[in-house]
Nanobody, 127 residues
Framework: QVQLVESGGGLVQAGGSLRLSCAAS????????RGWFRQAPGKEREFVAA????????YYADSVQGRFTISRDNAPNTVYLQMNSLKPEDTAVYYC????????????????????WGQGTQVTVSS
């Protein structure tokens, strides 16, 4: 059974930091590219960051470039999102996702390109 479980969300003041984790189980996730998305109240889900299966390639949305860092540890199939210099506009439910097209070199930024999703974790940044 495929499962992605996020953790690490919470309430933080503007300028603070949080580290999200996404643990995967049930499939060969070490060969899947992984991504983070977020959805703020009343808005559509949007791409945040992605990392290749090897960890050598990353890509970020312009809104988080330079503040967020995505990384992965393939043993034990966990992806991280280090979020620094947080702003109130970063407030959202954050979702991790996996692109099941094994060993793919291109990074996906569209929701429809990811086949597996976690349940989400709430991040709230107060001003």
């Amino acid at each position: 059974q495929v499962q992605l479980v996020e953790s690490g969300g919470g309430l933080v003041q503007a300028g603070g930091s949080l580290r999200l984790s996404c643990a995967a189980s049930g499939r060969a996730f070490s060969t899947f590219a992984r991504g983070w998305f977020r959805q703020a109240p009343g808005k559509e889900r949007e791409f945040v960051a992605a990392i290749s299966w090897s960890g050598r390639t990353t890509y970020y949305a312009d809104s988080v470039q330079g503040r967020f860092t995505i990384s992965r540890d393939n043993a034990p199939n966990t992806v991280y999102l280090q979020m620094n210099s947080l702003k109130p506009e970063d407030t959202a439910v954050y979702y991790c996702a996996a692109d099941a097209r094994s060993l793919r070199t291109e990074l996906a930024t569209q929701i429809r390109e990811y086949q597996h999703w976690g349940q989400g974790t709430q991040v709230t940044v107060s001003s």
